[in-house]
């Protein structure tokens, strides 16, 4: 039992829940106008893992035909047969009720929009197969954190918490697309689509700085309209010095540092964001804005 569940906790890369959960947090703390209570921060972590659980197993399991075929994704554990499909299967039930329930417990307006953002999150595992904006999908999948966060604590929405989710959107995508190059060969022969197998890899990264220039000011803007205290701006001044170091690793289409940009850098991301709103309402419980 132990065995299976290390072996369901490296298929879903349990650590990188650390990309969703932050912004989920953001959005909270945002929705709340303070600190969210413990009840409401102790459910939005298990929907947040619930989901985050489901939509990763759940591509597993439906990329399992691709993955097989793959070198680089060949160790995957349904690969190697380390883990079993009705394990998987399993554990993908288990996490979609997580989340199911801890909508539910957190108020009616998260339970009825649940079903919309589940078929989101996993419709994205097909997105691949029919058009080459997956990443975008898949920016939108994690840009639903912020959204449900803030709905977790207002049960309402507003117009800033929206464009800070758009800054996630360009944000997961613009990385998506570096972290697709590695595919370009692989994705052209089974027919699947992406920016990079579409483009190439030097337009693809092109595009990517594009989009993360658009989620640089994305933030910016989100910080204007909510009259956010200067360390909301000095956290979205770190989140953009650590995107150029991102795209300076991987400029040139030097695709073998695509995982040192892809995992050490954007898991700092989504965590400075948060000490940026967590300082600004520090700042301004000691009136210092």
Known sequence: MIETL???LRMIKFEHTIFALPLAYVGAILGAKGWPSLHDASLILLAMVGARSAAMTFNRIVDLPFDRLNPRTKDRELV??????SAASLFLVCSV???FLSAWALNPLCLYLSPIALVIILG???TKRFTWMCHIFLGLSLALAPVG???AVAENISPS?????????????????????QDIKFDREMGLQSIPAKMGARRALWLSSVFHFLCFLS?????????????FFAGIAVVGVLLLIEHRIVSGARLEKIDLAFFTINSYVSVTL???VVGSLLVRGMGLN
């Open 149 to 151: 966060g803030y709905l």
């Open 274 to 276: 948060l000490a940026g």
């Open 219 to 231: 933030f910016l803007l989100t910080g204007l309209m909510a009259a956010m205290p200067w360390p």
């Open 80 to 85: 190697r047969g380390t883990l079993s499909l």
């Open 97 to 99: 009720g997580l989340f």
């Open 6 to 8: 290390l072996h369901i």
């Open 124 to 126: 994205y595992s097909y």
């Open 161 to 181: 918490v929206i464009v800070f989710s758009l800054g996630v959107l360009f944000w997961v995508a613009g990385f998506d697309v570096i972290y697709a190059c």
